[in-house]
């Protein structure tokens, strides 16, 4: 079973901070994606990072995939109330045989901006 | 664009009763899947569907059924609701079985009492 540690799981910070929230596993993941989740919505897609090493930037968010595609991290620049919400994030491992592409969740990371 | 829809949004259940949590989807994807989200346990796959007409089991598949007649719905049936069933669940659906980008619905909470 491959299992995803992602930390902190809690994390309140003012406005303006910047952060880094992490997601580690002891698996090589064939993708790993970045989700943001609301209050009382679905998760919804942010990023997906495929090659080790690789860095996607999505205005102030910075996704990055370690070298060996077992971690992940997240870094928010200059954080907005706007931001607030649940962070989770996603090891995706490709599968033969005609079986579904694997997603493992982490437990996510609940983050409040506080103005 | 509606993406996936999710009905209803919330329900509350007596233990024993059967409930069925519908989801309909119009991207013509083929893949779909149900997750239940519990707090301090994350999102957990029940069952997922490769294409109408097949169904698997997920990680957490006991006490749930699923059916996938055609492409767009994606019915989930609780036989006989227990406490512990009590969440709120996901329906989501990717292109094919073989792409990693899952679309998420807003979600069905759920409390069995």
């Known amino acids: 079973t491959q299992l995803l540690e992602q930390s902190p799981q809690f994390l309140s910070i003012q406005e303006g901070e910047n952060l880094t929230v992490y997601c580690n596993s002891s698996?090589?993941?064939?993708?790993l994606q970045w989700y943001r989740q609301e209050p009382g919505e679905g998760p919804v897609l942010l990023v997906t990072?495929?090659?080790?090493?690789e860095v996607k930037k999505l205005k102030r968010l910075t996704f990055q995939f370690g070298d060996a595609r077992k971690d992940s991290s997240l870094h928010i620049t200059a954080a907005q109330p706007g931001d607030t919400c649940l962070y989770l994030c996603?090891?995706?491992?490709?599968?033969?045989?005609?079986?579904?592409?694997?997603?493992?969740f982490g437990k996510g990371t609940l983050l409040t901006v506080n103005p | 664009i509606a993406g996936i829809t999710q009905a209803p949004t919330s329900q509350i259940l007596a233990a024993g009763r059967r409930m069925t949590l519908r989801c309909t989807q119009d991207?013509?994807?083929?893949?779909m899947y149900w997750y239940r989200q519990d707090l301090g346990l994350g999102l957990r796959l029940i069952h997922y569907?490769?294409?109408?007409?097949?169904?698997g089991k997920g990680e957490v598949p006991d006490g749930y059924s699923v059916s996938r007649a055609n492409t767009d719905d994606f019915p989930l049936t609780l036989a006989s609701a227990v406490p512990s069933q009590t969440s709120v669940y996901f329906c989501?659906?990717?292109?094919?079985?073989?792409?990693?980008?899952?679309?998420f619905g807003p979600g069905t909470r759920l409390t069995v009492l």
């Open positions: 989501a659906s990717s292109e094919s079985w073989v792409t990693d980008t899952q679309y």
């Open positions: 698996s090589v993941f064939s993708s």
């Open positions: 990072v495929v090659t080790g090493g």
């Open positions: 996603a090891g995706g491992v490709a599968r033969g045989g005609g079986s579904n592409y694997k997603l493992t």
């Open positions: 991207m013509r994807h083929n893949a």
């Open positions: 569907s490769n294409t109408a007409g097949t169904t």
